[in-house]
């Protein structure tokens, strides 16, 4: 099995999945090779948790790497480790190969015609990919040839690997193919991770009560609402605060959430914590776990949150309606209904017996749906599949 991606990173969503699966492939029993563009130094750069030691890491080719437009800074690091470990191609004949990175469409037909089936690793909806993947948080303008490069990069593929049958469906009916090429895998999330932190003491003010919002800042996550949401809230109680865990993406989007806190007096009262590599500390200190992305995939976070016994409050969207049951292990609006998401904090903040029967039910759907065991035998069947 031949894995292209980023990075072996713990630091999104996307990479830690990746990392996650590269893991269980290998507890099934077959060999992994994952290529980054760093390799090896992976381990020193961005200082990955759970890395299974039998993963075998290399370095990806210049040519590769050069297509994604990097720095020169690492275009000269990429080309340096390239010297010390060539890219070799020997095990990619008649492979199965996820592609995780966007690997150019030469390379990708190349390996078909070489006989490997070349999986597209479809992280998110096909709207998501369509309306900002690849833009640095912004969002395209021409929907129309957004959704014509879509199709013509989905076609380039052998299968596509997606989190949630919901969205793979949408992808199914939007290109219209005869015969049905996307393949599921409902995630789980990594216990060794969640295990070292539940029972820790709280790192936030138990004075307060504490709403963790986790995601890189960019508009796709809907940080924006936040201000006006705490807003409503501050009309009913003053200790209600959100924390927003996550890396800059978008410096503008940023400095427009900021202004408009302080125009609405909450200043104090939604605050950016940064990237934070502890950050499953935040969530597991956190009264609530609040999602107000406008597109996501099978969310990590929400998974995470399910494993730490926490009380979930989102947007409905179809990723997240594969993963909980709304009114019976969370509490979801309609996008975009702030008022709703208000209403829903509300109600949680003055009744914590609901909040932990809420969060008890989110653990139980964990443990039934998404736990390792569930998850080593879906992918099991999944590879067996590929590999006929």
Request: a neutral charge.
């Amino acid at each position: 099995m031949n894995i292209f991606t980023n990075a072996i990173s713990r630091k999104n969503g996307g990479s830690s999945s990746i990392v996650d699966l590269a893991n269980n492939i290998i507890e099934l029993g077959y060999q992994v090779n994952i290529y980054t563009p760093f390799g090896f130094m992976d381990k020193y750069i961005y200082k990955p948790t759970d890395v299974s030691k039998k993963l075998n890491i290399k370095v990806l080719k210049n040519k590769i790497y050069k297509s994604k437009n990097p720095s020169n800074k690492k275009e000269l690091l990429n080309n340096a480790l390239n010297l010390l470990s060539p890219f070799n191609s020997t095990n990619l004949k008649d492979a199965i190969v996820i592609d995780a990175i966007g690997l150019p469409y030469y390379f990708i037909d190349k390996l078909k015609s070489d006989g490997c089936k070349v999986v597209y690793n479809h992280a998110g909806s096909p709207n998501a990919v369509m309306k900002y993947f690849g833009m640095d948080g912004a969002k395209r303008d021409d929907l129309d040839k957004a959704q014509e490069e879509y199709l013509d990069m989905i076609n380039h593929y052998s299968n596509i690997l997606f989190q949630s049958s919901t969205q793979a469906k949408e992808l199914f009916e939007l290109a219209q193919w005869e015969e049905d090429r996307t393949i599921v895998l409902r995630p789980s999330a990594s216990m060794h991770d969640i295990a070292k932190i539940k029972g820790k003491d709280s790192i936030l003010d138990k004075n307060d009560f504490n709403i963790v919002i986790v995601g890189s800042v960019q508009e796709r996550k809907g940080q924006h609402l936040l201000p006006k949401i705490s807003k409503i809230l501050s009309e009913s109680v003053d200790n209600i605060k959100f924390h927003i865990v996550g890396n800059i993406v978008d410096n503008n989007y940023k400095l427009k959430i900021e202004k408009d806190s302080e125009n609405l007096e909450q200043k104090e009262k939604v605050i950016f914590q940064g990237f934070k590599s502890n950050y499953l500390e935040y969530m597991n200190s956190a009264d609530v776990i609040l999602q107000v992305s406008e597109e996501e995939g099978v969310s990590r976070i929400l998974r995470e949150a399910m494993a730490l016994k926490k009380m979930i409050i989102s947007f409905k969207l179809d990723g997240t309606n594969d993963l909980l049951v709304d009114k019976e292990d969370c509490l979801l609006s309609e996008y975009g209904d702030i008022g709703n998401i208000a209403n829903d904090i509300l109600k949680i903040y003055k009744d914590k017996e609901l909040r932990d029967k809420y969060a008890l039910k989110a653990l139980e759907n964990f443990e039934a749906k998404y736990s390792k065991k569930e998850y080593l035998r879906q992918l099991k069947s999944l590879i067996e599949k590929l590999e006929k």
